[in-house]
């Protein structure tokens, strides 16, 4: 592809984010439009400046539709240790729920949210991949084990089944 420039790049990848059905990494992007890595992030975050649905996930950047399906979404409270993790993912998924983020509250930072965004089994695989490929902590190991989850589901009926799975396993914090 020929070098655009800035505002004519962002429109591009921009567009092209729109027509992708799986997230597309910033290393892809600066490859398709022959730029930096770092150019990338930078129109990424201009284009969310100007209102683009653009979320940032751990495997790449997705435009978020308006259209199709709505989704029920709720917050629940967890508390595990990070060994915990893969099955806590591998439960929700595995009963239909998408593990949208990961808050905790930091006692100098104050709210923490990460986007998660993991559907199926491949999601998990390849979240738990790039935390072990890069040694970062998991978010929970900061507040010992407490987090929080956004979670959504297409139905009230699959979300109610994969929080009731997680609350057999003693993930789930109620009180």
Known sequence: ???????????????????????VTGTELAKLTNVSRQVIVNDITLLKAMNASIMSTSQGYIVLSDEGTSYIQRRVACNHQSIHSEDELLTLVDAGVTVENVTI??????????????ANRHDVEMFLKKVRDTEA?????LTAGIHLHLLSAPTEEILNRGISAIREKGYLMEG
């Open 1 to 23: 592809m020929k070098k655009l420039k800035g505002g004519d790049r962002r429109d591009w990848i921009f567009s092209y984010l729109k027509q992708q059905q799986a997230p």
């Open 105 to 118: 509250e930091h006692p100098v930072y104050g709210e923490i949210t990460s986007s998660i965004m993991v």
């Open 137 to 141: 902590p998991f978010l929970l190991e």
